[in-house]
Every structure is written in C-alpha cells, then in structure tokens.
C-alpha cells in the first residue's frame, strides 16, 4: 500500500533560516513554497531524490500563528520531526482500508496538499506515537 517516503515533515520557528541552512549543508534545492491556511502553516518542499515510485522530500514547516497543529507541537516539544508522508496509489481507498484495521483517521477525507497532493493524517497515538500522513501526488 504505501510506495515510497514522500517527505518526512520538520516543524521550525524560521522557515527561511531553516531552508537556508538545508540548502548551505545539504545542497538540496526548494521546488515548493506554499502557506495552507487549512493546516495552518507555511512550508516549503525540499527535493531529496527521485526514485522509481516518485520523488522524496523534505517538507519544512513554520505555524501560521501558535493555535495550530505545528504550533501546538512547537510549544510542547520544540523543532524536529514533526510527520512521516508516504506515497500511496490512492489516499480515499488506502483511508479506507487502514480505517477498517481500526487506525483513527484525523482525516475521513483527502484534503489539499503540497504542490497539488491529496492527503489525510492518520493519529499518531494510533501509530505509536509517529503522525502518518498518506500522500496521493498529482505528479505522474
Ligand atoms: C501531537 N502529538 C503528536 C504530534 N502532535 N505525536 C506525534 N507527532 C506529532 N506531530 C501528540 C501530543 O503529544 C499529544 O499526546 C496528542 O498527540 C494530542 O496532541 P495535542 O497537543 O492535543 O495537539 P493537537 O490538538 O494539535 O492534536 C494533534 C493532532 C493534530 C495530531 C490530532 O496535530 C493534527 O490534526 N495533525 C494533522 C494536521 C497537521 O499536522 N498539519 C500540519 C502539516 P499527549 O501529550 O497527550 O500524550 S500540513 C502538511 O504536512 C501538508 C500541507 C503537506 O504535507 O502537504
Ligand atoms: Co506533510
């Protein structure tokens, strides 16, 4: 079901201090910036590599204001990793059947994502403590 890592998700106070130290230490290049206002945040997406299944990032991620998901979780726990998305086929048929094994669904239904993806959060205390997000890509 799940076909790749399509970004591992990292909440920061600074998104451009953060994407100019990804840049400076990692030579990765930004091929995305977007502010969701339904997630509540600022993010940019940071190619890693591509592979057979599609291509892997890292997804930085800046709270829009403290009363956020990414806001909540800075204030608790400080910057780090914040989500694992994996790549999926079909996130509507995959929240089905990950539903049925009795996971807790933040998401019934895809919402919009990064660079034109359809996502859905999965609960982390459901997962062992690791926030899942499935990620269907628009990019073929
Ligand atoms: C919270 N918890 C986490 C966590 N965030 N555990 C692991 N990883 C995380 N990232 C734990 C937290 O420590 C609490 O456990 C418990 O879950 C409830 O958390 P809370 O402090 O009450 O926080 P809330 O109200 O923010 O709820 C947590 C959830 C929320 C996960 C339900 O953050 C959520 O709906 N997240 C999904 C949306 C999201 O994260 N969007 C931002 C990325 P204890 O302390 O009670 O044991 S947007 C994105 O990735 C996009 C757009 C994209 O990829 O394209
Ligand atoms: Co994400």
């Known amino acids: 079901m799940l076909l790749r890592i399509d970004h591992v998700g990292v909440a920061c106070h600074n998104l451009e201090e953060k ?3 990804y840049e400076s230490v990692f030579g990765l290049t930004v091929v995305s910036r977007e ?9 940019a997406m940071l190619h890693v590599a591509d592979g057979a299944q599609g291509a892997s990032y890292v997804q930085l991620l ?16 400080g910057e780090g990793v914040h989500h694992i998305g994996y790549g999926v086929a ?6 089905e059947e990950i539903g049925a094994k009795g996971v807790r669904l933040i998401d019934e239904r895809p919402r ?20 899942t997000e499935l990620v269907e890509t628009s990019r073929r």
Not at 35 to 43: H, S
Not at 122 to 131: A, M, N, T, Y
């Open 19 to 21: 994407i100019e130290f």
């Open 35 to 43: 502010v969701n206002e339904e997630q509540g945040v600022r993010e």
């Open 62 to 77: 800046e709270p829009l204001h403290p009363d956020t998901a990414v806001g909540r979780f800075l204030a608790k726990r």
């Open 90 to 95: 079909d996130v509507t048929k995959a929240l």
């Open 112 to 131: 919009h994502g990064s660079m034109g993806a359809s996502i859905a959060f999965l609960h982390p205390k459901d997962v062992g403590g690791v926030l």
